[in-house]
């Protein structure tokens, strides 16, 4: 064993058994390779990143590779899930460096943490123009022990190149009309008409620009947004990316027709999209998108949730192929004959039709990752739902793919706000009671005295590192989100604590956000990133949770942190609104209001509940909902809200203005309508 001992990362301790001497990210690491007079290799990955189990094999398993890194370098291994600021900063000099980067990533540093050479996954042989990784280090050393002078150059260039690329904080004016509607322009340019999403292969799931897309529909009334949105949304839940049997959605694609993915299973992708996919059926009533929001829920509660109520991180790309051999993709796709041994001739047939199963196979050695035809043709449902279940059973006797245990708060807070929607929208208390155990899991263990998070834990032990802001922001949107649907002011309080903390150690200059505290461990770089990646920018995350926060209390400092941090969305979203999807999104609450929307009257009052439901249904861009007893003090926009002629009412207000109360579900629904 090597100092991975007893670590709570997953990555972390798969390499505790190599014979590389690996150190955890630490000043202690730093030292040694100080003392020592020796580069220090940084290498970056995360549990579920197929390309990373394969440089570990073969490389870091390897003896002889271990011996000389021993011998020559100081070896740390960091997990970018754990440490997401370490990962940006080294990210963006391997990006500005060589044009691309990913995982993993493998950078050398001198003793003072300065990187001076790159790369990602180094084969152990020449390959494909990459040199071999012993390649890598003996030129490295070389340079390290003969050209000392260069290599110092080298690092103090890219360290002052770093510190120069500082984002000038773009602009002071709040985006309008204008800067959304070049955004939106700008999507329809990079949207691809024929298979839906943007860009080319690999093609990621776009959550975020969903979302923005669906806002901008219900405030604008813009058929194309909502035509975008619902053609992605359903390309995307017919191929491939989509897990057909078990519900929730893999990585990526790896083509431009979303058939073949790269098959981990990350929790945030899921909770984003499950999201996205009630919100789609919110605004259009697609039972494809209610099937694919529910399915996708009890995914995360089936196969994710740990035993103390929280959300593991991912599921591997990889697993056992029945013999023996780590595969990726083993645990989902499906041959012919596979079908016929399961179902039998017949079955196998409409099987092999139904989900595109075919001779030569649509991934690789004639297997196929299931999908939907492209079309709904007139089938047997029944036949179909026990062919369905019987392959699921019988998937479940392959061998599983490794779960990453680990409970990162922020993709925890994307899980409680989408289960909490889900389980209000579909009548399934369940979901919702599943939610505020995570919410529950993240105040015990995550949330210490003064607000402040740890970043993540595992089998109920809280790990060491500091939340960064997108774990402050996502926690507290999930909690804003219980509140409005539970009514239970205390979720509100804890949302405010998070956020208070956010305005006291993340808030630059002009309102610019940064991802780490001001008092975070000093890197060679402090990391700020308003655009988003495969989750939401922690910048425009905060400014939307800010955002609903003063919607919901009336408090004017989080309101105007919210309009300056959203000065970024205003110099971007028409440059790269595929990048800022998220700011984009909350620019458009920002444009609605967004809407206020009291509920009171008695509990166990019907028409309080159809009101309640019907504001939570709300297509309002962001709009916030507070429920519970006439003139409560549970949340703030109860306050002098009485019942109206001894009925249920709802209040709704926006840009300080409010209008008459109502206490019927359709002049509420009037008046949460279009502009």
């Known amino acids: 064993m090597n100092r991975l001992a007893g670590v709570t990362s997953p990555y972390l301790l798969q390499h505790a ?144 190149d770093l510190a120069g690329r500082e984002l000038p904080y773009g602009s002071t004016e709040l985006p309008g009309e204008e800067q959304l509607g070049q955004a939106l322009l700008g999507l329809t340019r990079e949207y691809d008409a024929t298979y839906g999403g943007f860009g080319g292969a690999p093609k990621f799931p776009a959550a975020m620009v969903v979302e923005f897309l669906l806002r901008h529909h219900a405030r604008t009334g813009s058929d194309g947004a909502l035509q975008m949105a619902a053609d992605t949304c359903e390309r995307m839940a017919r191929g491939g990316i989509y897990d057909q049997l078990g519900g929730g959605f893999a990585r990526y694609s790896v083509d431009r027709k979303w058939v073949v993915p790269h098959f981990e299973k990350m929790l945030y992708d899921n909770a984003l999209l499950c999201r996205a996919y009630a919100h789609l059926w919110r605004a259009t009533g697609s039972e494809l998108a209610k099937r694919v929001a529910l399915e996708t829920a009890d995914f995360m509660v089936r196969e994710l949730r740990t035993n103390e109520g929280g959300f593991a991180s991912a599921l591997d790309a990889d697993s056992d192929d029945g013999s023996g051999k780590h595969v990726e993709g083993a645990y989902y796709v499906w041959t012919p004959a596979q079908l016929r041994e399961v179902l039998g001739e017949a079955d196998a047939e409409l099987a092999a039709a139904h989900y595109d199963v075919t001779a030569e196979g ?197 309101r105007t942190a919210a309009e300056r941090a959203l000065g970024v969305v205003t110099a971007l979203g028409p440059r790269a609104p595929r990048f800022i999807g998220n700011g984009l999104a909350v620019a458009e609450a920002l444009l609605d209001g967004p809407r206020e929307v009291a509920v009171v009257g008695p509990p166990a009052d019907p028409a309080r509940r159809a009101l309640h439901r019907a504001a939570l249904l709300s297509t309002a861009p962001g709009a916030v909902v507070a429920a519970g007893e006439p003139d409560s003090s549970e949340l703030p926009l109860l306050a002098d809200r009485p019942l109206v002629r001894e009925q249920s009412a709802a209040y709704v207000c926006r840009n300080f203005t409010c209008d008459a109360p109502v206490t019927e579900v359709e002049a509420l629904r009037a008046r949460l309508g279009p502009s």
């Not at 001497?21 to 020592?36: N, Q, Y």
């Not at 390959?127 to 110092?152: I, K, N, S, Y």
């Open 17 to 160: 058994d190599n014979p590389v001497d690996w150190w955890p990210w630490s000043p202690e690491a730093f030292e040694e390779a100080r003392r020592r007079d020796v580069p220090v290799l940084l290498s970056v990955g995360y549990s579920a990143c197929h390309w990373c189990h394969v440089m570990a094999h073969e490389s870091f398993e390897d003896e002889a590779t271990a011996a000389y890194l021993n011998e020559h370098f100081v070896s740390v291994k960091v997990d970018r899930e754990e440490r997401p600021d370490v990962d940006a900063v080294y990210m963006e000099a391997v990006q500005a460096a060589t044009g691309q980067g990913g995982w993993p990533m493998t950078v050398f540093l001198t003793p003072d943490a300065e990187p001076f050479y790159f790369g990602t996954y180094f084969p152990p042989e020449p390959r494909h123009g990459m040199p071999a990784f012993r390649q890598v280090l003996q030129g490295v050393h070389e340079a390290w022990t003969g050209r000392r002078d260069e290599v110092a150059e080298v690092a103090g260039k890219i360290v002052h």
């Open 362 to 558: 649509t991934f690789e050695e004639g297997a196929s990752v299931l999908q939907l035809p492209q079309g709904d043709a007139l089938v047997d449902s029944e036949r179909l739902a026990s062919i369905r279940a019987r392959l699921l059973a019988a998937r479940e006797e392959r061998p599983r793919p490794g779960r990453d245990d680990k409970v990162v708060a922020a993709w925890n807070g994307l899980t409680i706000a989408a289960l909490a929607e889900v389980g209000a929208y579909f009548d399934r208390p369940d979901l919702v009671d599943t939610a505020l155990c995570a919410a529950d899991l993240l105040v015990r263990l995550h949330m210490g005295p003064d607000a402040r998070l740890v970043r993540t834990s595992m089998d109920g032990r809280a790990g060491t590192h500091d939340g960064v802001l997108e774990d402050y922001a996502d926690v507290a949107e999930g909690f804003l989100t219980l509140a409005s649907v539970t009514g239970e002011g205390v979720w509100l309080e804890f949302a405010g604590f998070l956020l208070d903390h956010v305005l006291a150690s993340f808030v630059g200059e002009n309102g610019a956000l940064y991802d780490t505290a001001h008092d975070a461990e000093t890197l060679i770089r402090r990391p700020q990133d308003p655009t988003d990646n495969a989750t939401p920018s922690g910048w425009t995350a905060a400014a939307g949770a800010l955002l609903s926060y003063a919607a919901q209390t009336g408090s004017e400092p989080h």
